[in-house]
């Protein structure tokens, strides 16, 4: 089981209990992941950078449920007080934070780099969350996203999927 070496120093460095579960890289896009080990959608957890455009630099990194839809355009446009905002590329997203997508995590980041938990991630028993690569994901209890500082809870970061799947993003951490 592969997990990058500074998720593994930050969920050490902050005593959070996890399991370790091996991935298969070719299926760790979240719809895949999900249906080939039994994962329900609905605790499965997608960390997505999202990046400024207008100015350029801001960065901010949030977690949602994969069952719900990041609302760049009204609540993370606001917050990071930036005109434009727009999911960071995958090669922006490697440079910035290291991880590739697939396997992006709220873990083992950069530590200027705010974190972002939309509220309903808490509302589950336990989430899946990326380990920073392709090959590992990670099992946590949510209740850790409002225990510790180094994250930041918010109400209507993200908004339930419609049922015919319209308005979906691409979320794929």
Known sequence: ??????????????????????????????????AAY?????????AILVASRKPEGLYALCLVLATTRLDVNGVVRRRL???????????????????????????????????????????RDWVIVGAGTRTAKIKVDPAIFAERARFEVVEGLA??????GEGASENAG
């Open 1 to 34: 089981m592969t997990v990058m070496g500074s998720v593994s120093e930050d969920l050490a460095d902050q005593e959070i209990e996890h399991t370790v579960m091996d991935c298969d890289p070719d299926l760790a896009d979240t719809a895949q992941f999900c």
């Open 38 to 46: 039994g994962i329900p959608m609905e605790n499965s957890a997608n």
């Open 81 to 123: 007080g930036a005109r434009k905002v727009s999911f960071a590329s995958a090669d922006d997203t490697l440079e910035t934070i290291g991880q590739a997508i697939g396997g992006v995590t709220v873990f083992g980041v950069p530590d200027d780099l705010p974190i972002w938990v939309d509220s309903h991630v808490l509302d």
């Open 159 to 164: 908004k339930p999927i419609e049922p015919s």
